[in-house]
C-alpha cells in the first residue's frame, strides 16, 4: 500500500487539493488557512508544500492528503484512498486487493445496482406513473438515478451474472437471507433513490413503496448500514448542492428525499435532506465548513414546529443563524413545487429569522393574556437562547421577545442568568469527582527557549546569531533541532516549523528582531538567576572557609553585577 499513496501524493501537491476546498494565503514558503474543522476567526491552520503535510494549531488536527479527505469529506481510509486514486490517474487496479475487495466492491455493486433499478423503472407503468403524477421531470430522474426495484431475487441475480458474490451482494445492503437459506432483495415493489456520498459515489438506497401501505410494511426503507454507508455521516443531496452552498453560504434543509428532488428541479440548488434521520454533529460539522446561514422547511403542522424548534437548538450550537420559510397553504416544498415551480424561490427569498417564527407563534393574543402560560412560555424560549452559541443573536432574540411577550430586556435578561445560574448550580452536583491538577508550568528557561527556535526558524540571521553567539545558554535539545531542522529534520521538526509560519508570517522582520533581541535578554536573565541561586547555597556551605567564602562571594556579586546591568539596560530602553 505504501507504493500505491506515495505515488498519488507525488501526482496530488497537498497545496493544490486543499485549494479546491478552503482559501489559502501564502505565508513564505508555506500556506495559511481558516481551519475547516473548528470556528476560528484568525488563520491557524499551515500547509507546508516541501513536507506534503497540513497541520492546525488551534484545534490540533492535522497529516497529509489522506487525512484531510477523511477528515472533511467523513470518509474512511479505503474511500478516501479510492478517490484520490482517481483523480490522480491511477488505475484503481493497482491498489490493495484486499481493500478494492473490502470497499471498492461495494462501490461497483451500487453503481450497478443503480443500473439496474434504472432499467426496470422504465419497464414498470405504475411507477413511472407515480413520478409524473409527483411532478419529477425525466431530466431529473436520470441525473439521480432514480429506479425501481421489481423485487424477488431479480437483482441479486444481476449482480451475480456481473460476477459479485451472493454474500457481498448481502453485505451490501442489497439482498437479505431468509429463514428457508434462501437470498432476496431487500428492496421490492418500491421506488428507488440512490443515496450519493459527498464525493457522488452511490453508497446505499431509499426506497418508498408504491401502490396501497400496509401496516407490515413501511413506507420508506433504507439501506442497512454498511462499510461505505453511514447515515449519521450523509445528508441526501450533499454531493450536488454543496458547490451552490458554498457559493450561497446558505443551505436549504428539507425532510425528505422527494422535497429535495423538486426544490432541486425548481431551481433551488443548494438544498439538502435529512431523509429520515435526526442532525448529527458529523452531519452539522460538515455543513459549517461552508455555510454559516441555514433556511429550514418543515411539514405545515405541529410536529413540523416541534422539529422546527429542535432545528434552532441544534443549529443554534453550531453558530449557524437560522431562517423559517413559510410555506403557506402547502403542507411541504414538494406539494408546493407540483403546484407552483417558482414559489420556493420566493418562499426562501423571503424567510425570516427563525425565532421571529417561534415568537409569533407562541405569542398569540390569547398566550400573552395568561400569566402563568405566558411565564411558561418566557422561560421555555429563554433555554433555547440559552443554547445558542452567538452573544449577538442571543442579543438580538431577548430585544424581540421584549416587544413580544412586554417584558422589559433587562427582566429577561435577569431571568436568563438565572436559568444559566441554575443550570451551572446542577452541573456542579452532578460532577462527582474533581478534577485532577495541572502539571506545573513549563520553566521560565524552557519557554523562553522554544520561541526563540521557532524565530530561528523563521530566518537564518537569527539562527546564526544562536549558534555562534549564545550557544553558552541556547543548548543541549534546542541547538541539536535547530541544526537538524536546517539539515532537513524529522516530522517534530518540521512541525514546529509550520509552527514558526502560525506565528510570525505576518509580523514585519523589524518586530521580530526586536522580539528576537529582547528573548535572548531574557534568558540570559534566566541562566544568570539560576546560576546566583547556586551561589547562594554554596555560600551556606562555605562557612569557616574563609578563602572558598571569598571567591564564592565575589563570584556572587559579579552575577548579581551582569544581571542589574541586564535589567537597567532593558529601563533605558
Not at 442579543?395 to 438565572?418: C, G, V
Not at 530566518?459 to 544562536?466: G, K, V
Not at 549558534?467 to 514546529?496: R, V
Request: proline share 4%.
Amino acid at each position: 500500500m505504501g507504493k500505491e499513496t506515495e505515488l498519488i501524493k507525488q501526482k496530488i501537491g497537498v497545496a493544490d487539493l486543499l485549494r479546491s476546498y478552503i482559501t489559502l494565503f501564502p505565508a513564505g514558503k508555506n500556506f495559511k488557512a481558516l481551519c475547516p474543522f473548528h470556528q476560528e476567526k484568525t488563520p491557524s491552520f499551515i500547509v507546508s508544500p516541501d513536507r506534503q503535510t497540513w497541520h492546525c494549531f488551534g484545534c490540533g488536527e492535522g497529516g497529509d492528503i489522506f487525512k484531510f479527505i477523511m477528515r472533511y469529506e467523513n470518509l474512511e481510509f479505503p474511500e478516501a484512498l479510492r478517490f484520490l486514486a482517481e483523480k490522480a490517474g491511477i488505475p484503481i487496479q493497482t491498489l490493495s486487493p484486499t481493500q478494492q475487495r473490502e470497499f471498492g466492491v461495494l462501490y461497483d455493486m451500487h453503481a450497478d445496482a443503480a443500473k439496474f433499478f434504472n432499467d426496470a423503472l422504465k419497464k414498470h407503468i405504475p411507477a413511472q406513473e407515480y413520478l409524473k403524477k409527483r411532478k419529477l421531470s425525466e431530466s431529473t430522474i436520470e441525473e439521480f438515478s432514480i429506479g425501481f426495484a421489481p423485487g424477488g431475487d431479480s437483482l441479486s441475480v444481476y449482480l451475480m451474472n456481473k460476477g459479485f458474490d451472493i454474500q457481498d451482494i448481502a453485505r451490501a445492503g442489497l439482498a437479505y437471507k431468509t429463514n428457508r437459506g434462501l437470498y432476496r432483495d431487500r428492496f421490492e415493489q418500491r421506488i428507488v433513490f440512490p443515496i450519493f456520498n459527498a464525493v457522488g459515489k452511490i453508497v446505499a438506497f431509499t426506497g418508498r413503496i408504491i401502490g396501497p401501505e400496509s401496516d407490515t410494511s413501511p413506507k420508506y426503507m433504507n439501506s442497512p448500514e454498511t462499510q461505505i454507508f453511514n447515515k449519521s455521516k450523509i445528508l441526501y443531496g450533499f454531493s450536488h448542492a454543496k458547490r451552490a452552498i458554498a457559493e450561497t453560504h446558505t443551505a436549504f434543509l428539507v425532510e425528505g428525499q422527494m422535497d429535495f428532488l423538486m426544490a432541486w428541479q425548481s431551481g433551488v440548488k443548494n438544498a439538502i435532506a435529512v431523509s429520515g434521520t435526526a442532525l448529527t454533529k458529523d452531519h452539522l460539522e460538515k455543513l459549517r465548513r461552508i455555510a454559516d446561514t441555514v433556511v429550514v422547511s418543515f411539514d405545515n403542522d405541529t410536529a413540523g414546529f416541534r422539529a422546527l424548534e429542535r432545528s434552532i437548538e441544534i443549529f443554534g450550537s453550531f453558530d449557524f443563524h437560522v431562517k423559517a420559510m413559510r410555506l403557506g397553504k402547502y403542507k411541504d416544498p414538494a406539494e408546493a413545487c407540483e403546484n407552483d415551480p417558482e414559489f420556493l424561490k420566493g418562499a426562501i427569498e423571503t424567510a425570516e429569522p427563525a425565532f421571529q417564527f417561534l415568537l409569533e407563534r407562541y405569542f398569540t393574543e390569547k398566550n400573552t393574556n395568561d400569566m402563568s402560560l405566558s411565564k411558561r412560555i418566557v422561560r421555555h424560549l429563554l433555554e433555547m437562547v440559552m443554547r445558542i452559541k452567538s452573544p449577538l443573536e442571543k442579543e438580538r432574540w431577548i430585544r424581540e421577545m421584549a416587544k413580544k411577550a412586554d417584558i422589559r430586556e433587562s427582566t429577561l435578561n435577569e431571568e436568563l442568568l438565572e436559568l444559566e445560574e441554575q443550570k451551572n448550580k446542577k452541573g456542579e452536583k452532578e460532577e462527582e469527582t474533581p478534577e485532577p491538577k495541572k502539571k506545573e508550568e513549563v520553566s521560565r528557561t524552557r519557554t523562553i527557549s522554544e520561541r526563540l527556535l521557532l524565530l530561528a526558524f523563521t530566518d537564518p540571521e537569527f539562527s546564526s546569531i544562536l549558534k555562534t553567539s549564545h550557544g553558552d545558554i541556547f543548548s543541549g535539545e534546542y541547538l541539536k533541532t535547530l541544526e537538524s531542522g536546517e539539515a532537513g529534520g524529522d516530522e517534530k521538526t518540521e512541525l514546529l516549523k509550520m509552527k514558526a509560519t502560525h506565528e510570525f508570517s505576518e509580523i514585519p522582520k523589524s518586530d521580530l528582531a526586536k522580539e528576537f533581541k529582547e528573548l535572548i535578554r531574557q534568558l540570559m536573565l534566566e541562566h544568570l538567576r539560576i546560576a546566583l541561586e547556586r551561589t547562594r547555597k554554596e555560600l551556606k556551605k562555605a562557612a569557616g572557609n574563609e578563602e572558598l567564602l571569598k571567591k564564592t562571594a565575589d563570584e556572587f556579586h559579579a552575577i548579581s553585577k551582569k544581571i542589574n546591568e541586564l535589567q537597567k539596560n532593558a529601563k533605558e530602553k
